[in-house]
């Protein structure tokens, strides 16, 4: 059968969505076939999400039309629970799951199978082993979902979507939260879904995802429709040239060439009982140190236990060459240590505030008027001062930081810091969730921090990027540090068997 | 001007136009309503309310609850009263006592919501009634009467013809409008509010701002039962039995979000003299106080619905 004679099962035309005040999305056409894996792509902002929600009918598009196997939707009365009707699923990147349940139960809630009055427990869990034997995974369904693995409560949350025999799916940034193993497992079943002709949608951030496991791909740049095509027929900068609409000057990662100076920070036999123990690192001025290591290795905890907000049993923290007591943050803090954490809109920012307090937070007590008053003006002067050096993409000061996009927001973090006159920074998954564009923005302000000869420890989960930046790297596996490398040395390879615990 | 211009002011102050409209709308269709008498005296009598709704206000700011503010009312009162009447003291001596009890229990509270990791209701539910058993104790259930003549003035004087309780509410509700927007501290209680990780993880000393909030909320109770006590002139153990629903409906009228990190002192305030002009509107009606009960009982359930949907916008 040639590809033209199929139907598609899923059709959009000019799909246009339109916001008080924001066009969100303007004729955005593409076609979805079966058993293909079609790749949505484009920086944060780009409508991704507003075209997912369309699809589903969380949204209904302002113009255009949907046609779902060959036959046109009638879009006045569209709904979630009618596009789930019509088999379309979505999977999305946060949990949605009871974690008290066990997991048959919330692959079955809302839609349970039935005996007269009540929910036939046997039956489901039939069913439920027959869609795991499929997906060939083996998971217990039996214990409440909060005692599963990460990676484990995706595959969940992806059997719940299909079990009403979903024929289109969308997969919503299912890989940001997980490890490369695990990915590959993701991998694993989406080939099987296409196998059965499912046809798939997949929204991510890693473009090297697209190019393992997508057909065909829709470029979509500040809500307009770019480009749709074969992946096979484009390679990997051509496709970023698209998603940022400019072309990338040669190299993502800037060159780090600026001078190392001394030692700022020094960590000696930093144990925590049962995550880490005996870790030895150091950072000097002007140079940027990576930490690699899987999930679970102590990494996060590792630089939150600098930043005195996780418990250290054993070790000392030297600072300049001086012994330092870090207790808690405030005592980070006072020693011009920054944390930009792992979960932004959690530990990061205060997603209530606006701009201006997010960033001041941490410096309130610098801005003072006869001694007790805090001075509103400086604090303003500052706030705009350094969110300008950062280019952050802003209406106003005033603006609530909840509607900037992911990457700005990251910047906001980072302003915090620098306007607190951090001296060591500590980035943990810098750039988790952040489009391609705004990750440039944020190594070139890395960069900057240290011709500014401030120090810096990065954790990733991605080496290319450790890689890229970092003139050391550090290699955690279950709590131990067992390699450092640089120079050389600094390529996947060597990190791969060191994080796997081999040699 | 905050971005989103008149819309958005209107949004901010619209307990006071709803105050002013009432005002209006009261004098219009009430006769006895726009007297001076009657106006001065509605304003005295919820400046208690007023007090002590600042203090629950900072404790709800943080995203907690303080139950025990109507038992804290009463042992300021009726320690105060039975330290001068029964032991002879000096009523400073006998004021700084009481005060100092009643931050004790506020610094309880706050150390087992913050360091215990307690839920705050649970908290403050145990020590309303440990209060009010020692409250009942000391006082054997009696009103403690006796106190200096002099002290009525603060109940019920005036000063330029405004009442003294007035005019110490509004002396507490500047100095807090100060605090909570032109100190550093004083700002932290809506950021941990807010965000109470984030803020940890910002250098904010957020246990300290944690049981802060209920010592301010005991300050509070204690400042609005000196007023309390020298109107009636005796101390009361059960003083405050009936304030809770009130000073919870008055916070949360006044634009305090019950999940914390956002709200107004003077806002607080206002909804206070608010919650007065309609009680006094329906006393003036001749509305029993049963009737007034569910009235007011409609009144919180409107408020915290318009609030809940108002923040799912929000986000």
């Not at chain 1, 990457?407 to 943990?428: P, Y």
Request: proline share 2%; hydrophobic share 45%; with cysteine.
């Amino acid at each position: 059968m040639s590809e033209t004679s199929r139907t598609p099962l899923l059709e959009i035309k000019d799909c246009t969505m339109k916001f008080p005040g924001v066009i969100a999305l303007s004729g955005v056409s593409f076609s979805l076939l079966p058993g293909e894996c079609h790749a949505l792509v484009g920086e944060n902002g780009a409508g991704k999400s507003t075209l997912a929600k369309c699809i589903t009918g969380e949204y209904r598009m302002t113009e255009g039309s949907l046609f779902r196997a060959g036959e046109e939707v009638d879009l006045s009365s569209y709904s979630v629970s009618k596009s789930q009707h019509q088999g379309i699923a979505i999977v999305h990147q946060e949990f949605q799951l009871m974690e008290d349940l066990t997991s048959l139960e919330n692959i079955f809630i809302g839609h349970y199978e039935r005996k007269g009055l009540f929910i036939d427990w046997k039956a489901q869990k039939e069913k439920a082993d027959e869609l795991m034997e499929f997906l060939q995974c083996s998971i217990n369904l039996t214990i409440p979902v909060k005692y599963l693995r990460t990676a484990e409560k995706q595959i969940v949350q992806l059997a719940k979507a299909i079990i009403l025999d979903a024929e289109v799916v969308i997969l919503d940034e299912l890989t940001a939260v997980l490890q490369e193993k695990d990915i590959e497992n993701i991998f694993r079943i989406i080939n099987i879904l296409k196998k059965k002709g499912i046809g798939l949608i997949y929204v991510s951030h890693r473009l090297d995802e697209v190019f393992e496991i997508c057909d065909s791909y829709t470029v979509l740049c500040d809500g307009k429709h770019i480009k749709s095509g074969r992946v096979s027929e484009i390679d990997k900068p051509k496709l970023i040239e698209m998603i940022i609409g400019r072309e990338l000057s040669s190299d993502l990662y800037p060159a780090f060439d600026g001078p190392i100076g001394d030692t700022i920070l020094e960590v000696k036999n930093l144990t925590s009982k049962d995550t880490f123990k005996n870790v030895n690192l150091k950072v000097a001025a002007g140079e940027v140190v990576g930490i690699a290591g899987l999930v679970g290795a102590g990494k996060t905890e590792l630089v939150n236990a600098i930043f005195g907000s996780y418990p250290v049993t054993n070790g000392e923290i030297y600072i300049k060459g001086k012994k330092t007591e870090i207790r808690n943050p405030m005592d980070a803090i006072r020693h011009k240590i920054g944390l930009v954490p792992d979960e932004r809109k959690l530990l990061g920012l205060n997603m209530m505030y606006d701009v201006r307090n997010n960033t001041t937070l941490p410096s309130w007590k610098k801005f003072k008027k006869y001694r007790i008053f805090s001075d509103h003006k400086a604090e303003i002067e500052k706030a705009f001062e350094y969110n300008e050096k950062l280019k952050l993409k802003y209406r106003s000061l005033y603006q609530k930081v909840l509607n900037l996009s992911g990457g700005n927001q990251q910047k906001v973090v980072i302003a915090k810091w620098m306007l607190a006159d951090s001296e060591i920074f500590l980035f943990d998954e810098p750039t988790r969730g952040i489009d391609v564009g705004a990750k440039f923005e944020i190594y070139k302000q890395i960069k900057e921090l240290t011709n500014a000869g401030k120090a810096v420890i990065i954790v990733s989960p991605e080496l290319e990027e450790l890689i890229g930046l970092a003139h050391r790297i550090y290699i955690m596996f279950e709590g131990e540090i067992k390699d450092e490398v640089s120079g050389e040395r600094k390529t996947q390879e060597v990190i791969i068997n060191s994080l796997l615990g081999v040699n | 001007m905050i971005g989103g211009g008149l819309n958005a002011f209107i949004r901010e102050w619209m307990i006071l136009f709803l105050f002013i409209f009432l005002l209006v709308i009261c004098s219009i269709f009430i006769p006895s309503f726009a007297s001076t008498n009657n106006i001065l005296n509605v304003f005295r009598q919820v400046s208690f309310l007023a007090i002590v709704a600042l203090g629950e206000f900072f404790v709800i700011l943080t995203g907690q609850m303080d139950m025990s503010i109507g038992s804290m009312v009463g042992m300021a009162s009726c320690f105060l009263a039975g330290f001068v009447v029964n032991s002879g003291m000096n009523i400073w001596l006998a004021g700084a006592i009481a005060l100092l009890m009643v931050i004790t229990f506020g610094v309880i509270n706050g150390v087992l919501t913050v360091y215990g990791k307690m839920p705050s209701f649970i908290v403050t539910l145990v020590t309303m009634n440990v209060i009010k058993g020692i409250n009942y104790i000391y006082s054997r259930g009696l009103p403690i009467s006796g106190l200096p003549r002099g002290f009525n003035e603060l109940g019920m004087g005036h000063v330029l013809g405004i009442p003294v309780p007035v005019i110490m509410m509004l002396i507490v509700t500047v100095v807090l409008r100060v605090y909570t927007t032109q100190t550093p501290m004083g700002r932290s209680f809506f950021a941990v509010g807010g965000n109470h990780e984030a803020s940890r993880l910002s250098g904010i000393n957020t246990n300290l701002v944690g049981i802060s909030a209920f010592v301010l909320s005991a300050i509070m109770s204690f400042i609005g039962a000196i007023g309390l006590t020298a109107r009636t002139m005796s101390g009361v153990a059960n003083l405050g039995d009936n304030m809770l629903f009130d000073v919870m409906t008055v916070v949360v009228l006044g634009g305090t979000a019950l999940s914390g990190g956002r709200g107004k002192v003077v806002g607080v305030m206002l909804a206070a003299m608010l919650l007065g002009v309609i009680t006094n509107a329906m006393v003036l009606l001749g509305i029993n106080t049963y009737w007034q009960w569910i009235v007011k009982g409609i009144i919180l359930v409107a408020v915290v619905l318009i609030d809940s949907n108002t923040q799912k916008e929000n986000s």
